[in-house]
């Protein structure tokens, strides 16, 4: 989460580790939940990215590849 952009990090944080409505994280960001919700969706395709290259990385660094 570390490498996210604020921005999309204070989204994962208010929706997600604090369970949040998405009206309550829209409050909590000073955005739209219509922001809120595509924050949401840039970050998890983020995330996705990140861990499909991490985990690529480890199979092939162990010759699973």
Do not use: I, W
Not at 10 to 23: M, Q, R
Not at 27 to 34: C, I, Q
Not at 36 to 46: E, P
Not at 51 to 56: D, G
């Amino acid at each position: 989460m570390e490498q996210l952009p604020d921005t999309l990090r204070g989204a994962v944080d208010a929706f997600y580790l604090k369970d949040l409505s998405g009206a309550d994280a829209a409050k909590n960001t000073g955005s739209s939940e219509a922001s809120l919700r595509k924050r949401l969706q840039r970050a998890r395709a983020l995330l996705k990215d990140c861990l499909t290259n991490k985990a690529t990385d480890n199979h092939f660094e162990k010759g699973e590849l």
